[in-house]
Each structure stands twice: as C-alpha cells, then as structure tokens.
C-alpha cells in the first residue's frame, strides 16, 4: 500500500497550532537553536575550567535589561514586602509596581495590570492572574471570563463602578502558565497592600490559587467556596469568602448554580452591613 505523506503545514495551520499550545507571544526577535549552543554541564570539568565565557544572547530592544530577573527569590520577596509596606496610597503602589525589578514576568509581560473599578467600592474580587486580554488591554477580567465575572457582579445588583477588581499576579505568565510558587510569594506583599488601601467590607477570592494563597488555606475550592473566613488587612479583620473562578465555570456549567448560591449570600451579608449600591 502507498503511504501519502501529509502535506507540510503553512504559517497560518502553524501559528494556529502554537497559539492552541499556549505559545502566543515571541520571547526573542529570531529563534534560537538550543541544540547547537555549547553545552557547559555535560563537558568535562578540565575542558569547562579553560572553555571561553558563553556570548551573550541578544536580546530584543523591548525586552528590559537582565538583572532584574537576577534578584535571588528571597531578596526579590524582602525588596517586595518593603516597597508595598511604604506605599502610602494606590496610586503610589502601582507606581512602585511600575519600577519593581524583583518579578520577572514584568519581561514577558506587555504591561502591569493593576486593577479595575472603583477604589471606594466595599467588594474586592481577586483573580490569579492576567491572560492574554488583560495584558493587551492593561486591566484585569475583560477577556470571556471578565464578561461572565461581570455577570457575576450583576448578580449581586452591582457594576465595576461599584466594585474593585485585581489579580494576585499583576503581570500575564507567559502563555498563560501557572505562576510559580516564588513569583507568587513576590507578589503577593503587593496585593496584600492592595487590599489593605482599598479597605473593603468584603473579599472574594476566585478560584483556587487567589483563595489558597489569600486565605492560606491549603483546602480546594470544593471545600473553601461559600464559607466565610477572616482576612487580616493588617488595620482591621474583613470577611472573605472564595467562590469559583468564572474561567472554570466556563469550562463546568454546572457548578454555575452553586456560585450563584454564593453571590447570593455576599448580597445578603452586604445588604445587613449598608447599602449594596454604596
Ligand atoms: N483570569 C484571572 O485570574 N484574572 C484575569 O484578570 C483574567 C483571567
């Protein structure tokens, strides 16, 4: 039997095969064939004592330079928890967040994405982190999961303009990859302090990571959503409570009807403290 060989993919059949593997933004200006770079571990030690120094990659003129992402985890989690701790309002904080040379995401990243709605509002909702949408745009929750967090909003009788809205990463992991335990330690000082500028009566936490690192707790969704806990802003204690993440809901209907079993519970908690429209 003759076997046809399939015909070669084009550009368009490629891209569209990267873009479904997460792989949508170009690190470098042209590709870099690891294979041919000298391999320093696996020569012997005689040869790599005398071998001349690696050349340096070129980077492209957007990338900024190296060392940022040089800062050793723990000086980067130090250099975070003091920069968010002297923030003195939020305007001050994001422009910190702006300079902060301690996270590298902010390379691969287009752009910080701060928050969303109004710093007055008494809910907070905090995602895990930016994805593609949000890194073009610069704010948090406007891609297919923020139009249904804004379902979600209005299901409480509120808008943006009446809730605030951030991530407890502020810069798009490359390819939307899960952050790293160490780039979620640098961030979260940031976030914290954000919470704490923002005073809000009440703290939802969506999905797993934000809830998990948040509330530090090592319990799953399953377990924590729909239950009050108690956050420390480091001024006052707020009520928290963790729902699903409107990006798994996407993906899982059916749990649409528990989360709304929780929204329903923040509006009444809301309601007995104030107004809801306040
Ligand atoms: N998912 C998040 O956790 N945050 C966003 O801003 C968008 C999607």
Same mark, same amino acid.
């Given at each position: 039997m003759d076997l046809i060989p399939e015909p070669a993919p084009n550009v368009r059949q490629l891209l569209a095969f990267y873009l479904e593997a997460? !792989?949508?933004?170009?690190?470098?200006e042209g590709p870099v064939?690891?294979?041919?770079?000298?391999d320093t571990a696996a020569a012997p030690i005689a040869v790599r004592e005398t071998a001349p120094p690696r050349p340096v990659r070129e980077m492209p003129?957007?990338?900024?330079? !190296?060392?940022r992402s040089e800062i050793a985890p723990e000086a980067a989690i130090a250099l975070a928890r003091e920069a968010a701790r002297t923030a003195p309002t939020l305007e001050a904080l994001r422009t910190l967040l702006e300079s902060f040379e301690g996270c590298a995401l902010r390379n691969t990243a287009t752009r910080l994405v701060f928050a969303d709605g109004n710093p007055q509002a008494r809910i907070m909702f905090v995602g895990e982190a930016p994805g593609r949408d949000e890194d073009i745009e610069g704010l948090p929750f406007v891609g297919r999961s923020g139009k249904l967090l804004d379902r979600m909003i209005a299901a409480i009788g509120l808008d943006r303009s009446k809730a605030y809205i951030a991530n407890v990463i502020p810069w798009r992991p490359p390819g939307n990859r899960t952050p790293t335990p160490q780039e979620t330690q640098i961030c979260l000082p940031f976030i914290q302090r954000q919470i704490e500028l923002v005073n809000p009566d009440i703290l939802v936490t969506l999905g797993n990571p934000s809830t998990q690192t948040l509330l530090?707790?090592?319990?799953g969704i399953m377990k924590t959503r729909g239950r009050w806990f108690d956050y420390d802003t480091g001024t006052r204690t707020i009520r928290a409570m963790a729902t699903f993440h409107p990006a798994y809901l996407l993906r899982s209907p059916s749990y649409k009807r528990m989360s709304w079993q929780d929204l329903r519970t923040i509006a009444k908690a809301l309601e007995q403290s104030g107004s809801p429209s306040s």
């Open positions: 997460g !792989v949508d933004c170009a690190l470098t064939d690891r294979l041919t770079e000298p003129a957007a990338m900024p330079a !190296v060392p530090s707790t090592r319990d």
